[in-house]
Each structure stands twice: as structure tokens, then as C-alpha cells.
């Protein structure tokens, strides 16, 4: 069980290195910053609580990996969309000169 638990983490940990990367580059596209900020600090004290129980149970490291499995495949979905979409251009709109006679 150790060993089952041990590589769900190392998984996770591969994906979020991934994830954070692909953050990085679309970051000016994030509408909700603030939001994926305090996720990634949510999933990232998980990742650190399931690899502290490794040694001391296995069975709940694991069970603690696969509760923070969806975060990682929602993310992942939603920024590899952002990142494939173009970026929005700002549109200014003049006002129009008038001329007076």
C-alpha cells in the first residue's frame, strides 16, 4: 500500500508542476486570479498533508491523493483552454471630433 501511495502522490506532484507552469503562461488571461491563488494554496497544503501520512498510512495518503485528483484534471482542462484561446484585445473607442464652423 505504501508503495501505491507513494506513487499517487508522486503523480500529483508531477501534475501541479505542470499546472503551475501552464498558470504562468496564461496568467494575464485569468479573470479570477484571486480564485486560482487560494486553490493552488489549498491543493498544494493537501499535497503536503497526503506525503506527511505516507509513512504513518498509507491507505489515507492515498485516499488524500485521490481527493485532490479532480482539482488538478478541472484545472488543467479549464487552463488548456485558456491557453489555446486567443487573447482579448482591449477595444477602445474614440470619441469623434466634431468640426465647428
Given at each position: 500500500?505504501?508503495?501505491?501511495?507513494?506513487?499517487?502522490?508522486?503523480?500529483l506532484e508531477e501534475?501541479?508542476?505542470k499546472l503551475e507552469a501552464v498558470a504562468k503562461k496564461i496568467e494575464k488571461k485569468?479573470?479570477?486570479k484571486n480564485?486560482?491563488?487560494i486553490d493552488s494554496k489549498t491543493f498544494a497544503e493537501g499535497l503536503?498533508?497526503?506525503k506527511d501520512m505516507i509513512t504513518a498510512d498509507p491507505a489515507g495518503a492515498?485516499?488524500?491523493?485521490?481527493?485532490?485528483k479532480p482539482f488538478l484534471d478541472s484545472y488543467g482542462?479549464?487552463?488548456?483552454q485558456m491557453a489555446a484561446a486567443p487573447a482579448k484585445?482591449?477595444?477602445?473607442k474614440k470619441k469623434a471630433r466634431t468640426v465647428e464652423d
Open positions: 500500500m505504501t508503495a501505491e501511495a507513494e506513487a499517487a502522490v508522486a503523480r501534475g501541479w508542476m485569468l479573470e479570477k480564485l486560482w491563488e503536503k498533508a497526503a492515498k485516499a488524500k491523493a485521490d481527493t485532490l482542462a479549464v487552463f488548456e484585445t482591449k477595444v477602445t
